[in-house]
């Protein structure tokens, strides 16, 4: 799965391309746990190309979140697309992170 | 009564592509799903799932469940159940048809719960967590503090002999270890700066201070930059015998933002100031030249025009990047007409590019698409780039802007014979403040925001800028634009 990463300020932010779905939903987790360890936990996802996500990806989203909830953090997601969105709407999942318009208050909001 | 429809983890997943919406996007991803193996035996379920949104409600509180059983002590007994459940044929609309057999337990007792009302569900599911985080805090042990596991910054207890007893999970995190490795493990070995365990033995001296804090700035993984986290520790006890409580916050992004301001400010002044020279320079030249010299005062005008140009554009780089710091800038979609704005741009660059004899060609085809997008916004990222070729690029050089269109996007591109760029700061060249590393660039002034701005723009627009370049060659900037937002030019 291509993730693009880009510092902005101190926080690293990764962008995935592509459907969130089965061995790339794997590949995901592993890169974000990378990254959150490297970065202290100073990372946002930007979910711009993300378009779709099944039942793994859903997953993989969730065991990420709530290992950052442990840690009193919260996984920062930021341009969720429609579809993304009602999945975890629908789903219930929507409050287990931290939803952003946008990159910009992502990153802001570790200031 | 419609068939009932196996629920394996392809039906889940050809369901959520239903949520795609338009079918040719479901199209594509049940192909998609097709080419992906499924899961082993335990997940072939049949269950009273119409493919179909309406099924799609029922179908997201199955992947709740497939999602949570995963993380259920008892996630087997769910399996089991849910296989007598792949046992049955049920009837459509039946909502019992989803329930479980009670007797299997809890689990199944939640199930049903869940498939029954969502809302109840979830209510249902903060309780228990709320209970689970209860029962954890009474219980203890571990060296974990668990209430204090909801505290985002990081809490150490330091007991007699600097060993720790006790550490919070944002702490373990911020000292890149696990609790487990922590607790009991010698706090002079953590690895720490040395002005974090001065900090820590200094309150240990009879007389000293019952708090203290400090300041770090670690170097941390060359590709993250540096962290800073501020340390403040507090005496809990009487003189040595006491433990110490450390607390660690990190404040990399506080102390960036205060130093990005600086930044901002020192090179905003900066560029401010040549053009403000070259005008008062000019309004001399003008006043001293006799007044039948035209060519002097005709040359004054003109340069006096061109560097209050230069002026406003700074204003509006510096305003742009204050806009988007506060997330507040604001895109006025209407048509772009990409063809009158390149020719201005021309106009806007010739004299530039003839005083460094750069030779400076549009190729631009015969009908130039019409775009949607913010005209001013977008005309900012072109005379960014543009006028980055031309400062990046020695005399002699050539700088060419051309455009193309494709189904989907309409891309123009900005290619320069200059300096180029080497690989390891390609992608750095956006962040903001950032000026590559090139002894060249001495005297050359700028603020390192134009990329920044230029790509930040194009992203609002849907589309993005990417380079290519070769150090001593030259460089390439492809600005894409989708189409969807773009339209032929009526001829």
Redesign the interface.
């Known amino acids: 799965m291509q993730i693009d ?8 932010v990764l962008r995935p391309h592509g ?1 969130l ?2 061995a790339e939903a794997e590949e995901f987790q592993t890169r974000l746990r990378q990254t ?7 990372f946002v996802v930007d979910m ?1 190309d993300l378009h ?5 990806g ?2 993989a989203l ?1 065991d990420l979140a709530d290992e950052a909830n ?4 919260s996984l920062k997601l930021a341009n969720t697309n429609e ?1 993304v969105r ?2 975890l709407d ?4 929507t409050e287990h992170f931290e939803m952003f318009a ?1 990159v ?2 992502a ?2 909001s ?2 | 009564m419609r068939t009932p429809i196996p629920l394996t983890r392809r039906t889940l997943d050809t369901a959520l592509l239903a949520l795609l919406g338009t079918s040719a996007a479901a199209a594509a991803g049940a192909a998609l799903v097709d080419g992906l193996q499924l899961l082993g035996e335990r997940s072939t379920l049949a269950a009273t799932v119409a493919a179909g949104v309406s099924a799609v409600t029922a179908v997201a509180a199955v992947v709740v469940k497939v999602v949570s059983a995963r993380r259920t002590a008892s996630a087997d007994a769910v399996w089991d159940a849910l296989h007598d459940l792949s046992a049955g044929v049920f009837g459509e609309d039946d909502a019992g048809a989803l329930l479980l057999d009670e007797a299997l337990g809890d689990e199944a007792a939640a199930w049903n719960q869940m498939v029954e009302t969502r809302g109840e569900r979830q209510a249902l599911r903060a309780e228990r967590e709320a209970i689970e985080a209860l029962t954890k805090a009474s219980g203890g042990g571990s060296g974990g503090f668990d209430v204090l596991d909801l505290l985002p910054h990081g809490v150490l207890v330091l007991g007699v002999g600097g060993r720790v007893e006790a550490v919070n999970a944002a702490g373990a995190m911020f000292l890149r270890s696990t609790r487990e490795k922590l607790v009991g493990a010698l706090f002079s070995d953590l690895g720490t700066d040395a002005s974090v365990g001065e900090l820590v033995d200094g309150l240990r001296v009879p007389g000293s201070s019952r708090r203290a804090a400090v300041e770090v700035r670690e170097a941390g993984e060359a590709e993250h930059g540096p962290s800073v986290f501020r340390y403040s520790a507090r005496r809990a006890g009487r003189g040595e015998a006491g433990s110490v409580v450390l607390m660690i916050e990190d404040v990399t992004q506080q102390r960036l933002a205060d130093e990005s301001r600086t930044t901002l400010m020192a090179s905003a002044a900066h560029e401010l100031r040549t053009p403000l020279t070259n005008i008062r320079l000019w309004v001399e030249e003008y006043v001293d030249a006799a007044e039948d010299d035209e060519s002097t005062r005709n040359e004054a005008i003109n340069v006096i025009g061109q560097e209050s140009r230069r002026l406003e554009r700074i204003v509006s780089d510096v305003l742009s990047v204050s806009e988007l710091e506060a997330g507040s800038i604001r895109l006025h979609f209407g048509d772009v007409r990409l063809d009158a704005m390149l020719k201005e741009l021309e106009s806007d660059f010739r004299m530039q590019a003839e005083e460094k004899s750069i030779t400076m060609s549009f190729d631009l085809p015969p009908r130039v698409p019409v775009v949607q997008g913010d005209r001013d916004r977008f005309e900012l990222v072109l005379h960014n780039l543009v006028g980055n070729a031309l400062k990046y690029t020695p005399v002699g050089g050539s700088v060419s802007v051309s455009l193309e269109e494709t189904d989907r996007e309409v891309v123009i591109e900005v290619r320069d014979t200059g300096f180029g760029i080497a690989d390891g700061e390609q992608d750095k060249v956006f962040e903001r403040f950032y000026r590559a590393v090139d002894e060249r660039l001495d005297g050359i002034t700028g603020t390192g925001l134009g990329l920044a701005i230029a790509r930040e723009i194009v992203r609002r627009h849907g589309g993005d800028i990417t380079l290519s370049s070769k150090l001593n060659e030259g460089s390439t900037f492809s600005v894409r634009v989708p189409k969807a937002q773009a339209r032929a030019q009526a001829a």
């Open positions: 990463t880009e510092l902005n300020g101190g926080v690293r459907p779905v089965r959150r360890g490297t970065s202290r936990g100073r711009t779709f996500v099944d039942s793994a859903l997953e969730l442990a840690a009193a953090l579809t009602e999945v629908l789903t219930g999942m946008d910009h208050s990153v802001r570790f200031l």
